[in-house]
């Protein structure tokens, strides 16, 4: 039976720190460059985007296949959204340069964060199961529509300097000190509404949340200004109406800080089959 492992990026967020096949789980790094200071010891590029999110190289990955295929049979590689970043794409390269005995399988989980997160999960459990990677690659293939996100980006500039929006949007979206709602469909960015006020922005997750009837999780991340009578009554609300549905609630985490800023807020549901 193939020997598998499980290849991700640094952009993942775990629910939960330990989970069945999480030995077979390893993370490729993103690098976070860091914005020069001008003599004055400020930033050259706008302060709400200090930091520039740069996907592994194809070498980086082909260094990676290279190490792991001494150990294991067969490499699941699952990146960020491939309309996020231009790591899939390297990912792809690397396969394509790679030859050695060692299969090489490589999927866009069309998601980021906790949301890969909870894909990686579930490979590894079917890894843990002793599954073959044709099956545990079409369990990842079915769960990967059933992983649902609201976020809200206050922060524009980010996604302007990332490419994903026209920097002009941006500034006028930011001067308008709105609260702009995106969905993550099919792996990209789509803006849903603009909120004025936290109160709105929570009515919003509610109603997304009101969508659903059987959510396997349920995931909130958010930065360290969202204090905790903000989020309070969101949680209360999702465990009221979700009372036998695990949930857990994170800090955002470096990489997607990068992406989303510091501001930011998800809501992530999880619908994988058991």
Do not use: W
């Not at 231009?86 to 906790?114: P, W, Y």
């Not at 369990?139 to 994903?164: Q, S, T, W």
């Not at 995106?182 to 004025?196: A, I, N, Y």
């Amino acid at each position: 039976m193939p020997d598998v492992c499980i290849l991700t990026d640094s952009t993942v967020q775990f629910t939960r720190p330990s989970f069945p096949g999480r030995e077979r789980v390893y993370i490729i790094p993103f690098d976070l460059q860091i914005a020069p200071k001008d003599e004055n010891g400020s930033s050259f590029r706008e302060p709400k985007s200090p930091a520039r999110l740069l996907p592994p190289s194809a070498n980086d990955f082909l260094r990676y296949y290279t190490h792991l295929s001494q150990k294991y049979d067969s490499i699941l590689v699952l990146t960020l959204s491939s309309l996020l970043s231009q790591a899939m794409e390297n990912a792809l390269l690397a396969r394509s340069q790679f030859t050695n005995h060692c299969t090489v399988e490589v999927i866009d989980s069309q998601t980021v964060g906790i949301g890969l997160g909870m894909l990686i999960q579930a490979a590894a459990g079917a890894v843990s199961q002793g599954l073959l990677p044709a099956e545990i690659e079409r369990r990842v293939r079915v769960a990967i529509p059933h992983i649902y996100i609201l976020f809200c980006i206050p922060e524009l500039m980010c996604l302007a300097n990332a490419g994903h929006m026209n920097r002009s949007q941006a500034i006028v979206g930011e001067i308008m000190s709105m609260l702009p709602i995106f969905t993550l469909e099919d792996g990209r960015l789509v803006p849903t509404e603009k909120v004025r006020t936290p109160r709105h922005l929570f009515e919003a997750f509610q109603d997304f949340m009101a969508e659903f009837e059987h959510p396997t999780h349920i995931a909130l991340v958010h930065g360290s200004n969202h204090n905790a009578l903000r989020i309070r009554p969101l949680r209360q609300y999702m465990e009221e109406l979700f009372p036998h549905t695990p949930f857990s609630e994170h800090s955002i985490q470096p990489h997607m800080t990068a992406l989303f800023g510091p501001q930011s807020i998800g809501l992530f549901v999880s619908e994988i089959p058991e």
